[in-house]
């Protein structure tokens, strides 16, 4: 049932949103006409605030690649959920575009979004949302019980999406029967039965113990190697961020204040306030073993081998063992060079300077 369809990144543009706003209040039509706002948005959000309403999401903008996982990012309160609820039509925006494969969503009616939800859309949230008397098994296969499918169906399915995530042989426990990191994995699970071309989980993760929550990235990881969905994926925790987009945006007081890759965010953030959060982040996190690599002098055939993906930081026993070096091969076995203590340290020193040394 796997759609292997879109298995490819091609860069089209899968989702995106156009001066999408949320302002929580009543009365609110008078803020917006057809012709757009007439005030600066900054202006506009200030009087919004003055006049007792919430503007959670102002003016977001961005774009979702086919196969792209992006991540927002920001403070509690800083609008995540709300841009995400809106994408989905959990919530109506106030005012905006969104585009699912450049068909504005917020111009349907609420039957083509059922539609659109039900067969196009999978989403994973922070608490599980499962129905704890319901078993594994039933809980996975109920968006496809609301679709009305046959039970043959959505047993096949259910079971292909349980093995998906690694969950075979629980199948007729309850939610209360399993641990935290397996209730998500029954909520992802879940969230894929539908086979959803865009794909939303709102810090899925972050109830969960660091170990299990590593873990977890993995397996997300793991998964989306196989299934290249379009994913927005919303984080508190850096480091997660690191580890799993593409690209990303950081929210501030419902506005977006940056949209770049991790590496592009740590090396030029835009303001003080993206800087605090990638200020934790290990620099030697951003280096790429073939960013290190140097021509090698002599022979380096008798050199450990080393693949041009391997994280740096496992370098670092290596090159303790080996000091001449280690050699390094692509994915192809094309020969890159050799890295040694000196070109380590060397390209370590230039981050922030050159940043073509550094993974994108
Ligand atoms: N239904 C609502 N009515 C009024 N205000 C709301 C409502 N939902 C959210 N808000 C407000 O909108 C703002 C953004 O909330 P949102 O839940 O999008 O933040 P968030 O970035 O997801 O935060 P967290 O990291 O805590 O989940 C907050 O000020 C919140 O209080
Ligand atoms: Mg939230």
Redesign the pocket.
Known sequence: MIDQSSATTTGAVKLSCRNLW?V??SKLDYYFDTSGYSIDVDSLAARMRAEGH?P??IDVSFDVHVGEIFVIM????????????CLSRL?DASYGKVLLDGDNLLAKSPKELIEVRRHKMGMVF?NFGLLPHLSVMENVAFPLKLQGKPLLEQRQKAERVIELVGLQGREYALPGQLSGGQQQRVGIARSLIVEPDVWFL??PFSALDPLIRRQMQDEFLRIQRVLHKSIVF?T?DFLEALRIADRMAI?RD?KVVQIGTPTDLILNPADEYVARFTSEVPRIRLLKTAACAVPANGDASTMPQVAAEEPVENLISKLAAHPDGVAVHDTTGADLGIVTPASLIKSLAALGQDNTHVAS
């Open positions: 949320k929580y209040g919430v959670a999401a920001g403070l509690s309160g800083s609008g995540k959920s709300t841009v995400v609820r919530v922070q709102d810090e919303i508190h929210m419902g």
